[in-house]
Protein backbone atom coordinates (compact mmCIF):
# COMPACT_ATOMS: atom_id res chain seq x y z
CA UNK A 1 0.00 0.00 0.00
CA UNK A 2 1.30 3.33 -0.91
CA UNK A 3 2.11 5.65 2.01
CA UNK A 4 -0.96 7.94 3.06
CA UNK A 5 -0.86 11.55 2.92
CA UNK A 6 -1.67 13.62 6.03
CA UNK A 7 -3.13 16.94 6.57
CA UNK A 8 -1.07 19.94 7.10
CA UNK A 9 -0.63 20.58 11.12
CA UNK A 10 -2.95 23.09 12.64
CA UNK A 11 -4.90 23.05 9.45
CA UNK A 12 -7.92 20.64 9.88
CA UNK A 13 -10.74 18.73 8.49
CA UNK A 14 -14.69 19.49 9.50
CA UNK A 15 -15.69 16.28 9.92
CA UNK A 16 -19.60 15.60 8.87
CA UNK A 17 -20.20 15.35 12.70
CA UNK A 18 -19.29 18.81 13.75
CA UNK A 19 -21.92 20.28 10.50
CA UNK A 20 -25.11 20.47 13.23
CA UNK A 21 -23.05 23.01 15.06
CA UNK A 22 -21.32 24.74 12.36
CA UNK A 23 -25.21 24.43 10.23
CA UNK A 24 -26.03 26.23 13.26
CA UNK A 25 -23.63 29.04 13.30
CA UNK A 26 -23.33 29.67 9.67
CA UNK A 27 -27.48 30.08 9.96
CA UNK A 28 -27.75 32.34 13.31
CA UNK A 29 -25.09 34.46 11.37
CA UNK A 30 -26.38 34.94 8.31
CA UNK A 31 -29.77 35.62 9.56
CA UNK A 32 -28.48 38.00 12.18
CA UNK A 33 -26.54 40.63 9.79
CA UNK A 34 -29.34 40.00 7.39
CA UNK A 35 -31.72 41.44 10.46
CA UNK A 36 -29.38 44.47 10.38
CA UNK A 37 -29.60 45.09 6.69
CA UNK A 38 -25.99 43.89 6.05
CA UNK A 39 -24.66 42.65 2.57
CA UNK A 40 -22.65 39.51 2.13
CA UNK A 41 -19.45 40.73 0.23
CA UNK A 42 -16.96 37.65 -0.89
CA UNK A 43 -13.23 38.48 -1.45
CA UNK A 44 -10.51 36.00 -2.48
CA UNK A 45 -8.10 34.00 -0.05
CA UNK A 46 -5.28 35.37 -1.80
CA UNK A 47 -4.10 38.87 -1.97
CA UNK A 48 -0.77 40.59 -3.22
CA UNK A 49 1.61 40.74 0.03
CA UNK A 50 1.95 44.39 0.49
CA UNK A 51 -2.27 44.89 1.37
CA UNK A 52 -1.69 43.17 4.68
CA UNK A 53 1.41 44.89 5.13
CA UNK A 54 0.14 47.96 4.79
CA UNK A 55 -3.85 47.59 5.68
CA UNK A 56 -2.51 45.19 9.66
CA UNK A 57 0.57 46.92 9.76
CA UNK A 58 4.37 46.20 10.23
CA UNK A 59 4.76 46.18 13.40
CA UNK A 60 2.07 43.19 14.29
CA UNK A 61 2.68 39.50 15.45
CA UNK A 62 -0.01 38.79 11.86
CA UNK A 63 2.71 40.29 9.59
CA UNK A 64 5.88 39.87 11.71
CA UNK A 65 5.21 36.15 11.83
CA UNK A 66 2.43 34.54 11.32
CA UNK A 67 1.41 35.04 7.50
CA UNK A 68 1.72 32.12 4.32
CA UNK A 69 3.41 34.43 1.98
CA UNK A 70 4.69 32.72 -0.78
CA UNK A 71 5.98 33.73 -4.66
CA UNK A 72 4.05 32.59 -7.32
CA UNK A 73 5.12 31.40 -10.76
CA UNK A 74 4.52 34.85 -12.12
CA UNK A 75 7.03 35.62 -9.07
CA UNK A 76 4.65 37.89 -7.46
CA UNK A 77 4.79 37.50 -3.69
CA UNK A 78 1.03 36.60 -2.37
CA UNK A 79 -0.42 35.88 0.99
CA UNK A 80 -3.22 34.11 2.18
CA UNK A 81 -5.70 36.56 4.16
CA UNK A 82 -4.75 36.27 7.34
CA UNK A 83 -7.81 38.31 8.62
CA UNK A 84 -11.30 39.70 6.78
CA UNK A 85 -10.41 43.51 6.83
CA UNK A 86 -8.06 44.50 4.97
CA UNK A 87 -9.65 42.51 1.57
CA UNK A 88 -12.85 43.79 1.94
CA UNK A 89 -11.16 47.29 1.94
CA UNK A 90 -9.08 46.82 -0.94
CA UNK A 91 -12.51 45.83 -2.73
CA UNK A 92 -13.96 48.51 -1.89
CA UNK A 93 -11.70 51.26 -2.99
CA UNK A 94 -11.25 48.90 -6.08
CA UNK A 95 -14.46 49.30 -7.45
CA UNK A 96 -15.28 52.64 -5.75
CA UNK A 97 -17.96 51.24 -3.27
CA UNK A 98 -16.72 53.89 -0.98
CA UNK A 99 -17.98 57.14 -2.97
CA UNK A 100 -20.88 59.10 -1.76
CA UNK A 101 -22.36 55.83 -0.29
CA UNK A 102 -22.59 54.34 2.84
CA UNK A 103 -21.44 50.21 2.84
CA UNK A 104 -22.84 47.61 5.43
CA UNK A 105 -20.84 44.27 4.79
CA UNK A 106 -20.46 40.95 6.24
CA UNK A 107 -18.19 37.96 4.91
CA UNK A 108 -17.44 34.62 6.42
CA UNK A 109 -14.24 32.91 5.54
CA UNK A 110 -11.18 30.70 6.17
CA UNK A 111 -8.46 32.47 7.64
CA UNK A 112 -4.81 31.39 7.95
CA UNK A 113 -1.69 32.12 10.34
CA UNK A 114 1.24 30.36 10.86
CA UNK A 115 0.55 30.55 15.08
CA UNK A 116 1.70 27.92 17.19
CA UNK A 117 -1.60 25.07 17.08
CA UNK A 118 -3.77 24.32 20.34
CA UNK A 119 -7.08 24.39 21.58
CA UNK A 120 -8.80 27.02 20.01
CA UNK A 121 -5.46 28.32 17.70
CA UNK A 122 -5.38 26.73 14.01
CA UNK A 123 -3.57 27.55 10.88
CA UNK A 124 -6.21 27.82 8.94
CA UNK A 125 -9.39 28.91 11.11
CA UNK A 126 -12.59 30.41 9.95
CA UNK A 127 -14.32 33.88 10.81
CA UNK A 128 -17.46 35.81 10.37
CA UNK A 129 -16.86 39.67 10.25
CA UNK A 130 -18.88 42.26 9.65
CA UNK A 131 -17.62 46.20 8.57
CA UNK A 132 -19.61 49.79 8.24
CA UNK A 133 -18.38 52.47 5.91
CA UNK A 134 -18.99 56.03 6.19
CA UNK A 135 -20.22 56.73 9.17
CA UNK A 136 -18.16 58.50 11.79
CA UNK A 137 -20.76 58.16 14.28
CA UNK A 138 -20.91 56.25 17.48
CA UNK A 139 -24.52 55.02 16.14
CA UNK A 140 -22.94 52.42 14.18
CA UNK A 141 -20.36 51.42 16.97
CA UNK A 142 -23.25 50.48 19.16
CA UNK A 143 -25.14 48.68 16.57
CA UNK A 144 -22.29 46.49 15.87
CA UNK A 145 -21.71 45.50 19.30
CA UNK A 146 -25.90 44.86 19.71
CA UNK A 147 -25.25 42.65 16.76
CA UNK A 148 -22.98 40.62 18.30
CA UNK A 149 -24.62 40.34 21.39
CA UNK A 150 -28.02 39.31 19.42
CA UNK A 151 -25.87 36.94 17.85
CA UNK A 152 -24.58 35.21 20.44
CA UNK A 153 -28.07 35.40 22.25
CA UNK A 154 -29.84 33.72 19.38
CA UNK A 155 -26.70 30.95 18.84
CA UNK A 156 -27.64 30.44 22.55
CA UNK A 157 -24.83 31.09 24.16
CA UNK A 158 -23.95 33.26 27.35
CA UNK A 159 -21.71 33.85 29.93
CA UNK A 160 -19.90 36.03 27.46
CA UNK A 161 -17.90 39.65 28.98
CA UNK A 162 -17.83 42.72 26.61
CA UNK A 163 -14.57 44.45 27.19
CA UNK A 164 -14.66 48.06 25.89
CA UNK A 165 -12.15 50.60 25.87
CA UNK A 166 -11.27 53.52 23.18
CA UNK A 167 -7.83 53.75 21.46
CA UNK A 168 -8.39 57.75 20.35
CA UNK A 169 -7.11 58.94 17.18
CA UNK A 170 -3.50 58.52 16.27
CA UNK A 171 -2.99 61.86 17.23
CA UNK A 172 -3.80 61.52 20.61
CA UNK A 173 -1.78 57.85 20.84
CA UNK A 174 1.53 59.66 20.02
CA UNK A 175 1.55 61.06 23.29
CA UNK A 176 0.51 58.30 24.80
CA UNK A 177 3.38 56.39 22.86
CA UNK A 178 5.42 58.83 24.58
CA UNK A 179 4.15 58.11 27.87
CA UNK A 180 4.62 54.20 27.11
CA UNK A 181 7.79 54.79 25.93
CA UNK A 182 9.17 56.32 29.40
CA UNK A 183 7.13 53.61 31.50
CA UNK A 184 8.34 50.71 29.89
CA UNK A 185 11.89 51.65 29.14
CA UNK A 186 12.35 52.54 32.88
CA UNK A 187 11.42 48.74 33.15
CA UNK A 188 13.47 47.51 30.34
CA UNK A 189 14.70 44.71 32.56
CA UNK A 190 11.86 43.10 33.25
CA UNK A 191 10.55 43.04 29.63
CA UNK A 192 10.88 39.93 27.62
CA UNK A 193 12.03 39.99 23.54
CA UNK A 194 8.74 40.55 21.49
CA UNK A 195 8.44 43.27 24.33
CA UNK A 196 11.75 45.24 23.87
CA UNK A 197 11.19 44.82 20.26
CA UNK A 198 7.91 46.62 20.28
CA UNK A 199 9.19 49.36 23.04
CA UNK A 200 10.26 51.75 19.89
CA UNK A 201 8.18 50.67 17.40
CA UNK A 202 4.55 49.88 18.77
CA UNK A 203 4.66 50.47 22.36
CA UNK A 204 1.05 50.34 22.44
CA UNK A 205 1.43 46.36 21.72
CA UNK A 206 3.15 45.34 24.26
CA UNK A 207 -0.18 45.80 26.67
CA UNK A 208 -0.94 43.13 23.98
CA UNK A 209 1.34 40.55 25.17
CA UNK A 210 -0.04 37.08 26.24
CA UNK A 211 3.47 36.67 28.45
CA UNK A 212 2.16 36.15 31.88
CA UNK A 213 5.36 37.37 33.43
CA UNK A 214 4.74 40.96 32.26
CA UNK A 215 0.85 41.34 33.54
CA UNK A 216 2.02 43.28 36.89
CA UNK A 217 3.86 45.46 34.49
CA UNK A 218 1.06 45.98 32.06
CA UNK A 219 -1.61 46.63 34.74
CA UNK A 220 0.43 49.43 36.00
CA UNK A 221 1.28 51.19 32.87
CA UNK A 222 -0.37 54.12 32.42
CA UNK A 223 -3.71 54.50 30.37
CA UNK A 224 -4.84 56.54 27.46
CA UNK A 225 -7.47 58.41 29.35
CA UNK A 226 -5.37 61.88 30.26
CA UNK A 227 -4.65 61.91 26.05
CA UNK A 228 -8.06 62.13 24.76
CA UNK A 229 -9.41 64.76 23.42
CA UNK A 230 -12.57 65.92 23.99
CA UNK A 231 -14.15 64.56 20.50
CA UNK A 232 -12.84 60.98 21.52
CA UNK A 233 -14.21 61.17 25.03
CA UNK A 234 -17.83 62.32 23.67
CA UNK A 235 -17.54 59.23 21.28
CA UNK A 236 -16.97 56.96 23.98
CA UNK A 237 -19.03 57.98 26.77
CA UNK A 238 -21.98 58.17 23.95
CA UNK A 239 -21.13 54.21 23.06
CA UNK A 240 -21.22 53.49 26.61
CA UNK A 241 -24.42 55.58 27.29
CA UNK A 242 -25.85 53.15 24.29
CA UNK A 243 -24.90 49.89 25.75
CA UNK A 244 -26.20 50.95 28.52
CA UNK A 245 -29.47 52.05 27.24
CA UNK A 246 -29.89 48.42 25.53
CA UNK A 247 -29.05 46.71 28.83
CA UNK A 248 -25.57 45.35 27.25
CA UNK A 249 -22.93 44.66 30.08
CA UNK A 250 -19.28 45.80 29.63
CA UNK A 251 -16.33 45.99 31.41
CA UNK A 252 -13.70 48.58 30.90
CA UNK A 253 -10.33 47.61 29.98
CA UNK A 254 -8.17 50.58 29.23
CA UNK A 255 -5.20 47.61 28.83
CA UNK A 256 -7.13 46.10 25.85
CA UNK A 257 -5.39 47.75 22.42
CA UNK A 258 -6.09 44.70 19.91
CA UNK A 259 -3.53 43.03 18.19
CA UNK A 260 -4.26 45.25 14.98
CA UNK A 261 -2.55 48.48 13.67
CA UNK A 262 -5.91 49.93 12.59
CA UNK A 263 -7.83 50.45 15.22
CA UNK A 264 -9.10 53.97 16.33
CA UNK A 265 -11.37 54.75 19.15
CA UNK A 266 -13.61 52.16 19.97
CA UNK A 267 -12.18 48.70 20.52
CA UNK A 268 -14.13 45.74 22.07
CA UNK A 269 -13.70 42.20 22.65
CA UNK A 270 -15.85 39.44 23.69
CA UNK A 271 -13.95 36.80 26.43
CA UNK A 272 -15.22 33.54 27.89
CA UNK A 273 -14.07 32.26 31.24
CA UNK A 274 -15.05 28.13 29.75
CA UNK A 275 -12.50 27.79 26.86
CA UNK A 276 -9.21 28.16 28.76
CA UNK A 277 -6.37 30.92 27.44
CA UNK A 278 -7.88 31.16 24.34
CA UNK A 279 -10.27 33.13 25.45
CA UNK A 280 -11.37 35.71 23.06
CA UNK A 281 -14.30 35.03 20.26
CA UNK A 282 -15.33 38.02 18.77
CA UNK A 283 -13.52 41.05 18.52
CA UNK A 284 -13.16 44.65 16.85
CA UNK A 285 -13.92 47.96 16.59
CA UNK A 286 -13.41 51.75 15.00
CA UNK A 287 -10.71 51.75 11.95
CA UNK A 288 -11.15 55.64 10.43
CA UNK A 289 -7.25 55.14 9.13
CA UNK A 290 -7.84 52.39 7.04
CA UNK A 291 -9.43 53.12 3.96
CA UNK A 292 -7.17 56.02 3.29
CA UNK A 293 -3.91 54.09 3.87
CA UNK A 294 -4.78 51.57 1.35
CA UNK A 295 -5.48 54.28 -0.85
CA UNK A 296 -9.13 55.19 -1.05
CA UNK A 297 -10.63 58.53 0.10
CA UNK A 298 -10.90 59.19 3.71
CA UNK A 299 -13.67 56.93 5.08
CA UNK A 300 -14.54 56.23 8.70
CA UNK A 301 -15.29 52.43 9.03
CA UNK A 302 -15.87 50.38 11.99
CA UNK A 303 -16.57 45.86 12.10
CA UNK A 304 -15.97 43.14 13.64
CA UNK A 305 -14.83 39.51 12.97
CA UNK A 306 -15.88 35.87 15.31
CA UNK A 307 -13.46 32.85 15.22
CA UNK A 308 -16.06 30.23 14.26
CA UNK A 309 -13.49 27.15 15.66
CA UNK A 310 -14.15 29.34 19.21
CA UNK A 311 -17.94 29.67 19.49
CA UNK A 312 -18.48 26.20 18.56
CA UNK A 313 -16.40 25.19 20.96
CA UNK A 314 -18.01 27.36 23.39
CA UNK A 315 -21.77 25.89 21.94
CA UNK A 316 -20.57 22.38 22.93
CA UNK A 317 -18.63 23.39 26.04
CA UNK A 318 -22.10 24.46 27.39
CA UNK A 319 -24.31 22.16 25.64
CA UNK A 320 -26.21 23.94 22.85
CA UNK A 321 -27.46 21.95 20.24
CA UNK A 322 -27.02 22.08 16.78
CA UNK A 323 -29.01 22.26 13.61
CA UNK A 324 -30.62 18.87 12.66
CA UNK A 325 -28.77 18.23 9.47
CA UNK A 326 -29.29 14.56 9.08
CA UNK A 327 -31.65 12.55 6.78
CA UNK A 328 -35.28 12.43 7.93
CA UNK A 329 -35.91 9.71 6.24
CA UNK A 330 -34.01 6.75 4.44
CA UNK A 331 -35.36 4.81 1.07
CA UNK A 332 -35.17 1.00 1.69
CA UNK A 333 -36.14 -1.19 -0.93
CA UNK A 334 -35.38 -4.93 -2.06
CA UNK A 335 -33.75 -5.51 -4.25
CA UNK A 336 -35.74 -7.57 -6.67
CA UNK A 337 -37.38 -4.00 -7.44
CA UNK A 338 -35.99 -2.41 -10.29
CA UNK A 339 -33.13 0.67 -9.12
CA UNK A 340 -35.35 2.48 -11.85
CA UNK A 341 -38.61 2.56 -9.97
CA UNK A 342 -37.04 3.01 -6.67
CA UNK A 343 -34.88 6.19 -8.07
CA UNK A 344 -38.45 6.91 -9.87
CA UNK A 345 -40.17 6.93 -6.14
CA UNK A 346 -37.32 9.12 -4.30
CA UNK A 347 -37.29 11.49 -6.66
CA UNK A 348 -41.59 12.42 -6.99
CA UNK A 349 -40.95 12.63 -2.99
CA UNK A 350 -38.31 15.02 -3.33
CA UNK A 351 -40.73 16.61 -5.98
CA UNK A 352 -43.92 16.42 -3.38
CA UNK A 353 -41.58 17.89 -0.70
CA UNK A 354 -38.93 19.70 -1.20
CA UNK A 355 -37.78 20.27 2.11
CA UNK A 356 -37.42 16.46 2.90
CA UNK A 357 -34.23 15.45 3.43
CA UNK A 358 -34.38 12.40 1.73
CA UNK A 359 -31.50 9.81 1.22
CA UNK A 360 -31.81 6.88 -0.66
CA UNK A 361 -30.06 3.50 -0.28
CA UNK A 362 -27.27 2.20 -3.01
CA UNK A 363 -26.13 -0.66 -3.39
CA UNK A 364 -28.89 -3.39 -2.55
CA UNK A 365 -27.87 -5.29 0.63
CA UNK A 366 -30.68 -7.10 2.90
CA UNK A 367 -33.68 -5.47 4.56
CA UNK A 368 -31.23 -6.05 8.11
CA UNK A 369 -28.01 -4.32 6.17
CA UNK A 370 -30.39 -1.32 4.94
CA UNK A 371 -31.85 -0.91 8.27
CA UNK A 372 -28.29 -0.66 9.78
CA UNK A 373 -27.32 1.91 7.26
CA UNK A 374 -30.75 4.35 7.95
CA UNK A 375 -30.06 4.17 11.46
CA UNK A 376 -26.44 4.87 11.46
CA UNK A 377 -26.79 8.08 8.71
CA UNK A 378 -29.83 9.51 11.55
CA UNK A 379 -32.59 9.13 9.52
CA UNK A 380 -35.76 9.47 11.62
CA UNK A 381 -38.11 7.51 8.98
CA UNK A 382 -37.59 4.38 6.71
CA UNK A 383 -39.72 4.44 3.70
CA UNK A 384 -39.74 0.71 2.57
CA UNK A 385 -40.45 -0.65 -0.92
CA UNK A 386 -40.72 -4.67 -0.53
CA UNK A 387 -42.23 -6.43 -3.55
CA UNK A 388 -45.65 -6.53 -2.12
CA UNK A 389 -45.04 -3.01 -1.24
CA UNK A 390 -44.40 -1.90 -5.06
CA UNK A 391 -46.93 -4.37 -6.48
CA UNK A 392 -49.91 -2.62 -4.58
CA UNK A 393 -48.73 0.75 -5.24
CA UNK A 394 -47.94 1.04 -1.72
CA UNK A 395 -45.07 2.60 0.55
CA UNK A 396 -43.71 1.19 3.91
CA UNK A 397 -43.24 4.03 6.56
CA UNK A 398 -41.63 2.86 9.94
CA UNK A 399 -40.17 5.36 12.59
CA UNK A 400 -36.42 4.53 13.56
CA UNK A 401 -36.47 6.51 16.62
CA UNK A 402 -38.43 4.26 18.40
CA UNK A 403 -40.29 1.10 18.18
CA UNK A 404 -43.15 1.77 16.66
CA UNK A 405 -44.74 -0.89 13.94
CA UNK A 406 -44.38 -0.27 10.45
CA UNK A 407 -47.41 1.39 8.70
CA UNK A 408 -47.96 0.82 5.06
CA UNK A 409 -50.07 3.94 2.84
CA UNK A 410 -51.17 4.50 -0.52
CA UNK A 411 -48.11 5.92 -2.05
CA UNK A 412 -50.31 8.79 -3.38
CA UNK A 413 -50.51 9.46 -0.06
CA UNK A 414 -47.27 9.22 1.26
CA UNK A 415 -45.51 12.72 1.32
CA UNK A 416 -48.95 13.50 3.76
CA UNK A 417 -48.09 10.65 5.83
CA UNK A 418 -44.05 10.95 5.92
CA UNK A 419 -44.77 14.68 7.26
CA UNK A 420 -47.25 13.88 9.86
CA UNK A 421 -44.87 11.39 10.76
CA UNK A 422 -41.87 13.56 11.02
CA UNK A 423 -44.05 16.41 12.58
CA UNK A 424 -45.23 13.78 15.67
CA UNK A 425 -41.38 12.78 15.90
CA UNK A 426 -39.82 15.76 16.03
CA UNK A 427 -42.33 16.40 19.16
CA UNK A 428 -41.05 13.63 20.97
P1 LIG B 1 -5.80 36.02 19.84
O1 LIG B 1 -5.52 37.12 20.79
O2 LIG B 1 -6.51 34.87 20.47
O3 LIG B 1 -4.59 35.62 19.04
P2 LIG B 1 -6.49 37.85 17.79
O4 LIG B 1 -6.57 39.13 18.50
O5 LIG B 1 -5.25 37.53 17.03
O6 LIG B 1 -6.82 36.65 18.81
P3 LIG B 1 -8.36 38.64 15.76
O7 LIG B 1 -7.35 38.90 14.73
O8 LIG B 1 -9.03 39.78 16.40
O9 LIG B 1 -7.76 37.65 16.86
O10 LIG B 1 -9.47 37.64 15.16
C1 LIG B 1 -10.82 37.62 15.61
C2 LIG B 1 -11.18 36.27 16.21
O11 LIG B 1 -10.71 35.21 15.41
C3 LIG B 1 -10.56 36.01 17.57
O12 LIG B 1 -11.32 36.61 18.58
C4 LIG B 1 -10.58 34.51 17.65
O13 LIG B 1 -11.86 34.05 18.08
C5 LIG B 1 -10.39 34.09 16.22
N1 LIG B 1 -9.00 33.66 15.97
C6 LIG B 1 -7.90 34.45 15.80
N2 LIG B 1 -6.81 33.71 15.55
C7 LIG B 1 -7.22 32.41 15.56
C8 LIG B 1 -6.57 31.16 15.33
N3 LIG B 1 -5.27 31.07 15.04
N4 LIG B 1 -7.31 30.01 15.41
C9 LIG B 1 -8.63 30.06 15.70
N5 LIG B 1 -9.30 31.21 15.91
C10 LIG B 1 -8.62 32.38 15.83
MG1 LIG C 1 -3.57 36.40 17.43
Not at 41 to 51: D, G, K, S, V
Not at 212 to 239: C, G, K, Q, W, Y
Request: proline share 5%.
Amino acid sequence: MAETIRSVRGINDVLPDENPAWARLERVASETFATYGYDRIRTPIMEHTPLFERGVGEATDIVEKEMYTFTDRSGDSLTLRPEGTAGVVRAGVEHGLFHNATQRFWYSGPMFRHERPQKGRYRQFHQFGVEAFGQAGPDVDIEQIAMSARLFARLGITGLELQLNTLGTPEERTAYRQALQTYFSTHRDRLDSDSLDRLDRNPLRILDSKNPDLADLIADAPTLDMHLSEASRNHFDTVCAGLTALGIDYRLNPRLVRGLDYYTRTVFEWVTTDLGSQDAVCSGGRFDGLVGRLGGHSTPATGFALGSERLIQLMEAQGVPGDDVAPHAYVIAADTIPSAEVTRIAEWLRDVLPSLRLRANAGGGSFKSQFKRADRCGARLALILGEAEVEAGRIGIKPLTDAREQTTVELADAPQQVTAWLDELALD
